[in-house]
């Protein structure tokens, strides 16, 4: 059977070979489409598999939000070259629609269907990729979405009180979810930082101002400074505001919006 140029052009499309390889493997299976498919995924997949451990520190972040659900990704490649072509930014759509639909919880064995998704991806583009991370937000608001140069992304939930939906709300939500994207904060505000995490904070705290050989009454007010200027730096409402740092974020709030404007939560990714 004749291999006409549309037939090699079609097996391309689908898979990312090379001409040479499209041909051999239409004339091996006469013409089969089907057929030269499968060949050209099995080779594919034996190369993936010698790019697994390479690393991959470039990629992208991604996120879909619908309704009171949100979603955000990262996935890696090895050059940001691959990072930039439509073929990487359809496997990366590909992930976060598949992902979004079947609500998985991430871990560091990917569900069968994203592996192959995955490993597919790997065979195409000819780089070791990797779905490194996602995390899911459920709203108790109003989510909105941030991306910086698709390198750091957030989702933060806001409670909107009485406000009506205008502009001036809509800047607020989104200079706060810069805010995030920038500042990479751990909690809305104190008393959202995880227990365990507040309990070694203090632990190293009260050891670093014992060492200081200082009566306890002294020691107590060390540790107290040192707990605020953490908070300062990792807790959203206690950060400077990054368009005013002479005022907190918790100001901004206040001056700004009022009438119940809140954050009740936020999550993160970055490259």
């Given amino acids: 059977m004749e291999i006409s140029a549309s037939m090699i052009k079609e097996l391309k499309d689908k898979t990312g070979a090379g001409v040479v390889d499209c041909k051999a493997c239409l004339s091996e299976t006469g013409g089969d489409l089907e057929k030269a498919v499968d060949i050209l995924r099995k080779k594919g997949l034996a190369k993936a598999a010698k790019k697994e451990g390479r690393a991959a520190n470039e990629g992208t972040v991604a996120y879909k939000v619908a309704g009171k659900k949100g979603l955000l990704l990262k996935v890696n490649c090895e050059t940001d070259f691959v990072a930039k072509t439509e073929d990487f930014k359809k496997f990366t759509q590909q992930i976060l629609e598949a992902v979004f639909q079947k609500g998985y919880t991430f871990s560091a064995e990917l569900p069968a269907d994203i592996e192959e998704i995955r490993k597919n991806a790997v065979a195409k583009l000819g780089e070791n990729i990797l779905v490194s991370e996602w995390q899911f937000l459920e709203a108790q608001g109003e989510l ?25 709300l809509d800047n607020a939500m989104k200079n706060v979810a810069m805010q995030i994207t920038a500042m990479n904060p751990i909690a809305v505000d104190p008393s959202a930082i995880p227990a365990d995490r507040l309990a070694k904070e203090k632990d190293i705290f009260t050891e670093e101002a014992k060492a200081t050989g200082k009566p306890e009454k002294v020691i107590e007010n060390i540790v107290k400074g040192k707990l605020e200027k953490w908070y300062s730096e990792t807790v959203l409402l206690e950060q400077a505001f990054i368009l005013d740092e002479e005022k907190k974020v918790k100001d901004y709030f206040a001056a700004q919006i009022k009438n119940g404007f809140a954050v009740k939560g936020f999550i993160r990714v970055s490259l």
């Fill in 144 to 168: 909105y979405p941030y991306v910086h140069l698709n390198k750091v992304a957030a989702i933060a939930d806001f409670a909107s009180g009485s406000n009506p939906k205008g502009a001036d």
